[in-house]
């Protein structure tokens, strides 16, 4: 069995049986004629003379192998190729960078070598030119130094003479060059000349000092500076001081006054943070001045003044304007003072503010003093106002009382008189009731002469009768009763006011308390208001069955007369054309008599019932009310009599008061403790 | 040996190859492919210069810019004739 034929070649392809034995398998195969045996792994196991096979066999396997290892030659060929090739550009490149390199630098050889040509001769020019500028600044420095600049040798000759304006000197400055200072300057000057400027040569150092000099008689002053230049020469720089020390004289000066002055003295930056306090600063807040310097003022702060407070003084401060206030402050101890500040700032040349100035004085005192003043103030002002209150109430009192006094007077004088008028009259009337009898017993006569016709009279009676008729007898006659009697009621009503005045005004009772009965004092006080009633309202009284009290009558009748005529005000300011109505009634319970005044008036106002009782309170047009009536009104029924005036009103519809005193004032002690002040 | 390619036209030969290329020692990778799939083989490994191949395929190979070509001249299957 072949597996195939390859060129007349069987070929059989079998399994190694024994693996182990293989050498001895292929002997066997060898021997049983197989030309060649070839391994799994395509290797010529074992051969013959059958060099085809073996060659068919083995060019496959050398063809692929031949191929391989001229492909690794060629890749190995190409790989030392492309090595060489890098080799190369890298020798190229480092070559041509090299270069490169050299001609960069040769290059920039070249042109920094030309640069620095130009570089030098630019130096060399700018170099000039600041010489040149510099002499030119120097010269003008020079100049412009207010001070005088010399060259001395060391033997104190001047060599060079700098001649400044506005510089005082003793002699023609102009001349001093070659000369010594002993020529040119007085003999105590040129000695410290002759001490300090061989010292400036010998310590090679700045010597400065000061003197005095007298020029033109005036005593000036000067401060010298000798720097030796070399061996020869020294550079001498002399300043006149003199208004420097002036200034600084006076700096000093101002200074010690702000020390020593008696207002607390505080300097801030513009941050607010203090530099400087003064003695009286220490003293009064307690702190030293090393500790408020580096401090702000807040230190002081007392927490009485509100934020807005400090804003407001730093704008205003801030904006460059004065500040001025009153700062309540905090020392040290925590104890509090009040000060009167001024707060400025203060600005340099270009205007700018570059600090703050605050002085302070202490008012704390001042304060206390004007606190003291203003409450004393308050109450001397209250004073007076009670005692204008007492005094106006006083004077209205003693104008009522000369009313009434002169009423009383006036009903006196009337009294008397209308007693023999009256008098007179009732015997008048007695007088012409005879008369009547008379005359009726003459008309008897005559009329029975005419009826009898007695010859020699009857000529008579006609004449008789004729002048009876003439002089209207019988109407004189008949009207001679209604005379006397309206002339009898005149002469009551006469009788009646007099009676009433005098009751009313109650002279004789001269402010004591005595009896006195409510329902009489209502009824003269209406008498004697008749005239500021008549007018405009009709006037009822229900006057009940009261007991006798004890007051002082002529007061209480005041204030009945007060309300009664304010009643009748009320009802006129109404201005209806109707009469109005006043209702007067008394009563009693077993403390207290009443009396109630009401009215059909205008009302009094809600929010003004509790001012009407003060003083000077009126709702009256000027001039025709004091505001005093029921301020006193409520005095004499309050406090003088213990009792109480209310009051009840409605707007539009009328007002009533109701007067309220003691029955029995003597019992409860009340009365003593008037008499009491009374004494 | 990492530039050097071996494309074989069948994977007998591949075989073949590989084990050869075992025995001399060396690395190189073994593809199989013929024609215009060889032509993609090579395009995806552009580090390999050299590329072993056969016949028509090495020389579609040859179109391939900068590789080198390298044909194998014989092979046996060009004796396996039918009986």
Known sequence: ?679 | MESVLFIAPSQTIADTAGKIIAEMGLSLPVEVGTNQQALKIAVSYPDISVIISRGGTAEDLEELPGKTIVGISHIYRRYLTPC
């Open chain 1, 1 to 679: 069995m072949h597996d195939t034929n390859i060129l007349g070649v069987d070929i059989f392809i079998r399994p190694w049986q024994d693996e182990d034995n293989r050498a001895k398998s292929i002997k066997e195969l060898m021997d049983l004629g197989v030309e060649a045996v070839i391994g799994d792994k395509g290797a010529v196991e074992a051969a013959r003379e059958c060099g085809m096979i073996v060659e068919f066999l083995e060019s496959g396997r050398t063809s692929i192998k031949r191929a391989i290892n001229e492909a690794v030659k060629i890749a190995k060929a190409q790989e030392q190729e492309r090595s060489r090739e890098e080799e190369r550009r890298s020798y190229l490149e480092a070559a041509v960078a090299e270069r490169t390199q050299e001609l960069l630098a040769m290059n920039e050889e070249l042109q920094n070598s030309h640069a620095g040509l130009e570089a030098e001769i630019a130096d060399r020019h700018r170099a000039e030119e600041q010489l040149r500028l510099n002499e030119q600044k120097t010269k003008i420095l020079v100049d412009a130094i207010p001070d005088i600049i010399a060259v001395a040798t060391p033997d104190c000759k001047i060599l060079d003479f700098k001649v400044t304006k506005n510089f005082t000197y003793a002699s023609d400055g102009s001349s001093y060059s070659g000369k010594t200072v002993d020529e040119v300057l007085p003999p105590s000057v040129a000695a410290i000349y002759r001490k300090n400027v061989p010292l400036a040569f010998s310590t090679k150092e700045i010597i400065a000092f000061e003197y005095e000099i007298q020029v033109k008689h005036e005593l000036r002053f000067r401060e010298a500076r000798v720097v030796a230049m070399s061996e020869e020469e020294a550079l001498v720089i002399i300043r006149d001081i003199t208004d420097n020390k002036k200034a600084s004289e006076e700096i000093h000066k101002l200074s010690l006054a702000v020390n020593q002055s008696p207002g607390v003295t505080v300097i801030t930056d513009t941050e607010g943070r203090i530099i400087y306090v003064n003695a009286k600063f220490s003293q009064v807040t307690g702190y030293s001045f090393e500790e408020a310097v580096g401090q702000t003022p807040q230190i002081l702060k007392s927490g009485v003044h509100s934020n807005e407070f400090y804003q407001k003084l730093w704008e205003t401060i801030t904006a460059g304007e004065e500040w001025d206030g009153e700062f309540c402050n905090k020392k040290k101890n925590g104890e509090v003072f009040w000060s009167l500040a001024s707060i400025s700032p203060v600005k340099n040349l270009a205007g700018k503010i570059t600090h703050y100035l605050a002085i302070q004085q202490d008012i704390t005192e001042r304060k206390e003093t004007a606190k003291t003043l203003h409450t004393q103030n308050i109450e001397i002002q209250e004073t007076l106002r009670k005692l204008q209150q007492t005094q106006s109430q006083l004077v209205q009192q003693e104008k009522m009382a000369g009313i009434g006094q002169l009423a009383a007077g006036v009903a006196h004088e009337i009294n008397n008189p209308l007693g023999f008028v009256s008098s007179n009259f009732e015997t008048l009337q007695k007088y012409v009731s005879r008369l009547l009898e008379m005359i009726n017993a003459y008309e008897e006569l005559h009329k029975r002469v005419l009826e009898e016709k007695i010859p020699s009279l009857h000529e008579r009676a006609e004449q008789l009768s004729t002048l009876s008729k003439q002089k209207k007898l019988q109407y004189i006659l008949d009207d001679l009763e209604p005379i006397f009697k309206e002339t009898a009621d005149g002469l009551t009503r006469v009788g009646n006011i007099v009676k009433a005045l005098r009751l009313f005004s109650r002279v004789d009772q001269q402010g004591r308390f005595e009896e006195y009965n409510l329902n009489e004092g209502i009824r003269s006080t209406l008498i004697v208001a008749r005239n500021e009633i008549k007018y405009v309202a009709e006037v009822k009284d229900t006057l009940a069955e009261i007991p006798a009290i004890m007051a002082v009558g002529g007061q209480v009748n005041q204030v009945l007369l007060n309300i009664i005529v304010n009643a009748a005000h009320a009802i006129k300011a109404k201005d209806v054309d109707s009469l109005g109505l006043i209702t007067i009634s008394t009563c009693a319970d077993d403390q207290f008599v009443y009396c109630s005044i009401v009215d059909t008036g205008t009302g009094i106002p809600e929010e003004i019932r509790k001012d009407i009782f003060n003083p000077f309170f009126t709702t009256k047009p000027a001039g025709q009310g004091t505001g005093l009536g029921l301020s006193i009104s409520y005095d004499i029924i309050v406090n003088k009599h213990h009792g109480d005036i209310l009051l009840e009103s409605e707007v539009g519809a009328g007002t009533t008061f109701i007067i309220k005193l003691p029955l029995n004032i003597q019992a409860d002690g009340p009365l003593a403790e008037i008499e009491g002040i009374q004494q």
